[in-house]
Every structure is written in structure tokens, then in C-alpha cells.
């Protein structure tokens, strides 16, 4: 089966620019995930949708990040205006259903260098 | 706080060698405990999870309560099994995810 697609694979932005990150998850997966991982750390999650309707964005810095998955299935995540501290690589994930029995399968994420 | 720490970022062995890469965990409920596997170039990806008690690879990891740890184990490290490594929990069934910060396993011929 094909794989969570994510584009462009590398960003290289100034700081207080915008910038936008496009996933497509697997086919009939419900749920999307978007995750950041800043060098030496984990990915920590930023949002979950289920379906288009957002699950999850506690951790999400609503002051300059969004995100939509308008149509339940691709979805986009902007950054705007960037800072130096978002240098990291996006990651999106995807599963059939929300729920610790469900895989999530991850994307080749996006690295984006702020300078 | 829910959180998952994982103490070493480096682990060097022998092929051959055994292997356990730690893993520590905060939470309250009943956790759903996860290892994840980033293999050089390649997609970050489930490798076992505790619910299915299950070998994969011949890793085995065996959720102790008490000690609130989720150790990732081993008996004969290959040099392919060489990776980063990565503990999640998963809070409340909710499918979120909260992820050690990794440890680079590093298998030496």
C-alpha cells in the first residue's frame, strides 16, 4: 500500500517568513496526526484530526501555527510568522481509526531550517 | 505529568551481545506502551506493542507497573538492528501519542 506522503521534504525559510507543509495519509485512514521533532528529542504531537473535526491541539502554538484538513483526507500545517525555534522536522502520521489499537504509520517528514 | 524518559541516548554493543534499551514512563491510568523504530533513512515505525505480549525481530519488551518501565530487550544484538529507538505512551486510549526523547543503538561487528 502506499505510504503518508508529505511535501517539500526540506525548508529553508528567515525567520518571520511563512511557510506551509501538505500531507496525504494513507487512503481511508480517519485519523491524521502532525507531529514536530526538534534535534535530540521526540516528536511531540501538535494536532489530531479525526475526519476533518480536530481531536487534539493542546500542544499546538496557535498564536503562529495552523492547521485544516478540509476535506477528511490531505491536510496542510503553516507556520506564519516563523521563529528560530521551529527549526525541526514535521512529521505526519496517519491511522485507520483514533485509539491505542491502531497503528499509526508515519510520513518521511518535512526539515525545516529556520535561519 | 504523563511523560516517557528514556536514560541513555547512546547504547553500544557487540553483535552477539545482549541487549536492553530503558524505558521509564509517568501516568497515572493504565498505560498503553509502545516501541518505535527509525532505522537509518528510513520511516519511524511501530515495532512492538505491549497489549499484543508479542516478539518481533526477537525483541521483547515486558511492562512491569511497579517500576512503571517498559524495557526494550534483546539476547543477540545484530548489526542490523542498529537504529534510534523510541518509547510512546499512549494516555487514555486516545491514540496521541507521547514520545521518549530516543537511544541510538549502535551494534558493532
Known amino acids: 500500500e502506499a505510504g503518508v506522503a508529505q511535501s517539500p521534504r526540506y525548508k529553508i525559510i528567515e525567520k518571520r517568513q511563512s511557510v506551509a507543509f501538505w500531507c496525504n495519509p494513507i487512503s481511508g485512514h480517519a485519523t491524521l496526526y502532525w507531529y514536530q521533532q526538534i534535534l535530540g528529542q521526540g516528536p511531540k504531537l501538535l494536532i489530531q484530526?479525526?475526519?476533518?473535526?480536530?481531536?487534539?491541539d493542546s500542544q499546538l502554538p496557535k498564536d503562529r501555527f495552523s492547521a485544516e484538513r478540509l476535506k477528511g483526507v490531505d491536510s496542510t500545517l503553516k507556520i506564519q510568522p516563523a521563529k528560530l525555534e521551529d527549526s525541526a522536522v514535521y512529521l505526519c502520521?496517519?491511522?485507520?481509526?483514533?485509539?491505542?489499537?491502531?497503528?499509526?504509520?508515519f510520513g518521511p517528514g518535512t526539515r525545516l531550517t529556520v535561519l | 505529568a504523563q511523560r516517557v524518559t528514556q536514560p541513555e541516548k547512546l547504547l553500544s554493543v557487540f553483535k552477539g551481545a545482549p541487549v536492553e534499551l530503558k524505558c521509564n514512563y509517568s501516568?497515572?491510568?493504565?498505560?498503553?506502551l509502545f516501541w518505535y523504530v527509525q532505522y537509518s533513512r528510513q520511516r519511524l515505525q511501530l515495532l512492538l506493542r505491549?497489549?499484543s505480549r508479542e516478539s518481533i525481530k526477537g525483541f521483547t519488551a515486558d511492562l512491569n507497573k511497579g517500576e512503571t518501565s517498559f524495557h526494550l530487550k534483546k539476547p543477540f544484538a545484530q548489526e542490523e538492528d542498529s537504529a534510534m529507538y523510541y518509547c510512546a505512551l499512549n494516555p487514555s486510549n486516545t491514540g496521541k501519542l507521547i514520545f521518549g526523547q530516543g537511544t541510538t543503538l549502535q551494534v558493532k561487528p
Open positions: 505491549h497489549i
Open positions: 502520521a496517519s491511522s485507520l481509526l483514533a485509539g491505542a489499537y491502531n497503528e499509526q504509520f
Open positions: 484530526f479525526q475526519n476533518n473535526g480536530v481531536v487534539d
Open positions: 501516568y497515572s491510568g493504565s498505560p498503553e
